[in-house]
């Protein structure tokens, strides 16, 4: 028997699917003794890990000079909603070499979709709410 | 209600509580058991139930002899518990997960994993010795393992190297987080005594339940 087919998960469908690169606005609970409010913590998905109830993604945001990097567990029930900011190209699956790098030399270049740009009727529909999205970031 | 399973270990995962908290989980595989004999006061000088566990082909006679017109299949483990009330149980009956439900909390026996032959610092967390100032190869030494002339011999018992693991190790008062009776598994809270697959035996604690219970968290 498999342990974690042994756990059974509730479906998270307001999680989109992250993937290393990619800026993400992630809405956290907090619980500050009775009170329960919601953190956002945006930043640059460092990697991902997927199994089931163990999927989990890193993120890294540079606050005040200092790189902080959170994992979230995909399946927490403190894991509000996950908002794609910007979706980011990048070769490694791991984006470690964030870490030694600062400024300008951090950006990630955005992903370009290939099967939208071909087909341009769809995609320009689709289009739309990235943009705002985009928008949003530079403020 | 008898006490207690045979089971067999499937593994860890861990579980979120409603605070969001991870909770480190076994799965534990409880059955399907049998009871295979019911020993009474009257007849064997005090009260239990003998349980079997996990089929097998391999069974000598005196095993399958021991078995044989109980409707119970041939069963490779036998183990004996305490019931509450003996009259609940029957030879031949079938138990499984149910027997335990989320809250309770329960004593496990497991055969932890061999180590082979391991130095003190491994075996009984020696420190070893410095170094530096000047030590050349006492890195994980014992230090010293007795006194001088008086008594002129190394204690009985004096901790060294030797062999580690793969002895039986209980865990007592772990939780018992979730209960599936379809697939017969019991996810108890932390770690459980041994590789996965080995065979747990897996207890109602009576004498901590309620204490602990008032003061548990979450």
Request: with cysteine; net charge positive; aromatic share 6%.
């Amino acid at each position: 028997m498999e342990i974690e087919s042994l756990i059974d998960l509730e479906p998270k469908t307001n999680i989109p699917e992250i993937s290393p690169g990619d800026t993400v606005k992630v809405s956290f609970k907090i619980k500050e003794r009775d009170r329960e409010r919601i953190q956002v913590f945006q930043g640059v998905v460092t990697g991902v890990s997927n199994g089931k109830i163990r999927s989990n993604f890193t993120v890294r945001r540079v606050t005040y000079g200092i790189g902080v990097e959170r994992t979230f567990f995909i399946n927490s029930p403190l894991l509000e909603k996950v908002e794609i900011a910007r979706r980011g190209s990048v070769r490694r699956a791991r984006l470690y070499y964030l870490r030694g790098l600062s400024g300008k030399a951090t950006r990630i270049k955005e992903k370009r979709d290939l099967a939208k740009s071909t087909t341009e009727t769809t995609a320009a529909v689709e289009d739309a709410p990235v943009a705002v999205a985009e928008s949003e970031q530079e403020t | 209600m008898i006490r207690g399973l045979i089971a067999k270990k499937i593994g860890m995962s861990h579980i979120f509580n409603s605070e969001g908290q991870i909770i480190a989980i076994t799965a534990l595989e409880c059955g399907p058991c049998f009871v295979t004999q019911v020993k009474s006061a009257d007849k064997d000088g005090y009260d239990a139930v003998q349980v079997g566990f996990s089929e097998t082909k391999r069974l000598n006679a005196a095993q399958k002899g021991h078995l044989a017109g109980k409707e119970v299949g041939s069963l490779k483990y036998l183990r004996e518990f305490t019931v509450d009330d003996l009259s609940s149980v029957k030879v031949g009956q079938k138990l499984g997960a149910d027997v335990f439900q989320a809250g309770d909390f329960v004593n496990v026996v497991g055969t932890s994993k061999g180590k082979g032959f391991q130095g003190g610092v491994k075996r009984y967390h020696f420190k070893g010795g410095p170094k530096t100032h000047g030590q050349s190869d006492r890195n994980r030494g014992p230090g010293a393992v007795g006194a001088t002339t008086d008594p002129g011999r190394v204690l009985k018992g004096t901790r060294m190297a030797g062999h580690m693991g793969h002895r039986r190790v209980s865990e007592r008062n772990l939780r018992v987080m979730r209960v599936d009776p379809a697939k017969n598994v019991v996810f108890v809270e932390g770690a459980v005594p041994g590789a996965r697959g080995g065979i747990i035996l897996i207890e109602k604690s009576a004498k901590i339940a309620k204490a602990v219970k008032s003061t548990a968290k979450g």
